[in-house]
Nanobody, 121 residues
């Protein structure tokens, strides 16, 4: 069984920084794409960042230049470094990971439970 565990959320003042972590736990053969999304109260879930297996990264327009996604394949972990945070960044941040549990498995997407980020003075 595979689980995705997120951590690192919290309360921060505008202009501050936070780093989120997302780890895939369990029996894992290989990880493809690792992504972050977020959902603010009353809004739809929004794409934040993606780190592909080939090393390419993509960002949502609202976070470009402020957020950085990285990954440590040895630890099955993705990170989201968030700098210059704004009040509008307040949301629950979710990580999802595309992976295979064994060599002949099909690629499936696993989601974490989310971690709350609140930006407020």
């Amino acid at each position: 069984q595979v689980q995705v565990a997120e951590s690192g959320g919290g309360l921060v003042q505008p202009g501050g920084s936070l780093r989120l972590s997302c780890t895939a736990l369990g029996s894992i053969f290989t990880i493809d794409t690792m992504r972050w999304h977020r959902q603010a109260p009353g809004k739809e879930r929004e794409f934040v960042a993606r780190f592909n297996e080939d090393g390419t990264t993509y960002y949502g327009d609202s976070v470009k230049g402020r957020f950085t996604i990285s990954r440590d394949n040895a630890k099955n972990t993705a990170y989201l470094q968030m700098d210059s945070l704004k009040v509008d960044d307040t949301a629950v941040y979710y990580c999802d990971i595309e992976l295979r549990r064994y060599s002949t498995d099909v690629t499936q997407t696993y989601w974490g439970q989310g971690t709350q980020v609140t930006v407020s003075s």
